[in-house]
């Protein structure tokens, strides 16, 4: 496994490295103090697992710096790993694709046990920023744009809600008592039912829309 992590700080990093070599054996782990140092590791290593990703950093703003790197790795996940918790902020990474955001000050545990969902193709986003985010679409709904007459059946809607808490193809079957191939036939259905092109896109939407309600997963 391959990973880069990308943060100025070079104790954080050091603290990342011994907490990420706790994701498997043979971890393989890249570090860059800015976007424009990541790009090259980017370039030569196109078989990169996953990339951690600090907001803020000097040069690019995080807007482009994220632009930049999903053009160079278009099929890696991209975890944000900062202590900015501002919602809308999050809620515009997560729209550019980012798979995942992770505050700084998350415990060791639950920072292994988000980057493990991400990497089996999950989502991670904590309960107390989906309410924010939740919160800031609710304040815009007015502004946004009506989805046409999206017609989703009963065990899509439950997909759904699964998807946009977080859960994994793998869980999602296991949940719902559904085979991983038909979890992603109607997780398909659904991103072309509400013309997005991601799951993130899918999740933000189930949530401006009240479809999915803010439990913690159990």
């Known amino acids: 496994m391959k990973v880069l992590l990308i943060d100025d700080h070079e104790l954080f990093r050091d603290g990342m490295r011994y907490v990420l070599d706790k994701l498997g054996d043979g971890i393989q782990i890249f570090d860059s103090c800015s976007y424009e140092d990541a790009l090259p590791v980017i370039q030569n290593n196109p078989d ?57 000050s ?36 007015n502004e946004q744009p009506e989805i046409p007459n999206v017609q989703l059946t009963p065990r899509q809607l439950e997909v759904l809600g699964k998807l946009t808490r977080g859960y994994s193809n793998k869980e999602i079957s296991l949940d719902l008592g559904m085979a991983e191939a038909t979890v992603r036939v109607h997780i398909a259905a659904i991103l072309k039912a509400l013309n997005v092109s991601n799951r993130t896109k899918a999740a933000h939407i189930a949530l401006q829309k009240g479809w999915v309600t803010m439990e913690r997963r159990q």
Do not use: C, H, W
């Open 48 to 104: 990169l697992d996953l990339i951690l990703l600090d907001l803020g950093l000097p040069g690019l703003s995080d807007i482009d710096a994220l632009k930049a790197i999903r053009t160079e790795a278009p099929s890696t996940p991209v975890v944000i790993l900062s202590s900015n918790s501002d919602g809308k902020k999050v809620q515009d990474i997560l729209e550019l694709g980012a798979q995942g955001y992770i505050p700084k």
């Open 106 to 141: 998350t415990n060791s545990k639950i920072l292994l046990n988000s980057l493990k969902l991400v990497l089996a193709g999950g989502i991670y986003i904590p309960p107390e920023i989906l309410a924010r985010i939740k919160e800031s679409a609710d304040e815009t709904v």
